[in-house]
């Protein structure tokens, strides 16, 4: 016998209240890095080894400046969402659990933003 | 009576599924993935900073170790796609019968393995025009 109400069990959330979302943004995020991630391949192989200037008339490009913070944005935060089930997999003491939780949020946040700043000086023309 | 029952699970005689290996691998590299990231962001911060630190930045994979990375990232992330793709059906409810799941377990590793190589068959070739 479930002591659950009916409504609790209908709605769905465990005590967290934000389990599904979590899953569902990592399948949101996963579902736009696979075309987003094929671009960045082929963009990667035609810059390697190539001339500064190149590179950046190529990111200056709309398109491309959209495609690259799409990539990275949803890269950042798929690895974020992925990193987080990992921790709270494997480290069970609170005090570790929570600071490694803590760094792996505020250093994607901190390069998300780097990465945002890095593409619009370049589109800019700074 | 109690020693007679098998210790589940016995790891001299344990044979690895290519189920929960390939499993194994879609959290490596999604971990390995991730430490990835800070290296695309020094590449767009590089670009950002002008022709010398674009150089400067190039200039550090000129060594085996971070061109062994690179392999290692562009595997990782064509692993991590099929494999997620195949995880995708999952969630729809799809591909759990066994033989299907060891189907596309082969197929991906297949896949990735056939995009890694020719990934870098273009972009070896095209550093070798350029050399």
Known sequence: MSLRSPLSKAVGLGSAKHGFSHWWWQRVSAIALIPLSIWFVFSVVCLVGGEYQTAVDWLSSPFNATLMLLFVLAALFHGQTGLQVVIEDYVHTKWVNLSILLLIKFASALLAILATISVFKVVLGG | ?131
Request: glycine share 10%; net charge positive.
């Open chain 2, 1 to 131: 009576m109690q020693k007679e029952r098998p210790l589940s699970p016995h790891l001299q005689v344990y044979k690895p599924q290519l189920t929960s290996m390939l499993s194994i691998l879609h959290r490596g590299t999604g971990v390995f993935l991730a430490l990835g990231t800070p290296v695309l962001v020094l590449w767009l911060l590089a670009l950002a900073g002008g022709a010398e630190a674009y150089v400067n930045f190039q200039a550090c994979f000129n060594n085996w170790f971070a061109q062994l990375l690179v392999f290692g990232w562009t595997y990782a992330l064509f692993y991590h796609l099929c494999n997620g793709i195949r995880h995708l059906f999952w969630d729809v409810g799809r591909g759990f019968e066994i033989e299907t799941l060891y189907t596309s377990g082969k197929a991906v590793m297949l896949i990735s393995v056939l995009m890694t190589a020719v990934t870098w068959y273009f972009a070896v070739s095209r550093l070798g025009g350029a050399a």
